[in-house]
């Protein structure tokens, strides 16, 4: 059974739209929340990680959005741009200890 | 150049046959994992190694076999290839909490 659930599957979203992408999870121990961005026939990579320590970090147009009482965590792509187009995955780790992943949300940004 | 690379980036075999994907990491890492990933199911862990005498089962290990040949080589082994291990694998090596991956090996097991 995944330890980390996500949601939407997929979604669809008009050029310079908001994406949200929801993640929740039921460890409370897991402290190391990443992003990872994969696009058709490459590796996924990291995107933007969170710690609990903070409720929101933004680099550019990607906001993760965290709330440690609901255990939930949310991306957040602004001014989606076609380029955006990928499968995001979010994930969790506890103590430097392996990744649980989300099953992944395929992004379609129509121009 | 890559920092992982895998090999074979596709494969086609019978069930039955014996396979193996290799993974190579430049980054000079101590951990490494292997991945499937398959539609609707997400990245799921085979196996991963925290250094090169260290080897511990993922959730879906069974069927699979690896080893850790040195600190920059780490390969998944399929003993008896089966249909439903058609699948997408990847490799990954991590450093300061990041997995840095590689491109992937697209495995057919008729």
Redesign the interface.
Known sequence: Q?QVK?SP?SLIVQKGGISIINCAYENTAFD?F?W?QQFP??????LI?IRPDVSEKKEGRFTISFNKSAKQFSLHIMDSQPGDSATY?CAASKS?Y??S????TTVTVRA | DAD?TQTPRNRITKTGKRIMLECSQTKGHDRM?W?RQDP??????IY?SFDVKDINK?EISDGYSVSRQAQAKFSLSLESAIPNQTALY?C?AEGG????????TRLTVL
Do not use: I, T
């Open positions: 995944q996500q599957q190391y990443p990872y026939g490459k590796g996924p990579a990291l990680a995955f430097d392996k990744l992943f989300g099953a992944g | 992982v994992y991945y609707g199911l997400g990245l799921r862990l991963y993922g990847f990954a909490n990041e997995q840095f991956f590689g491109p992937g």
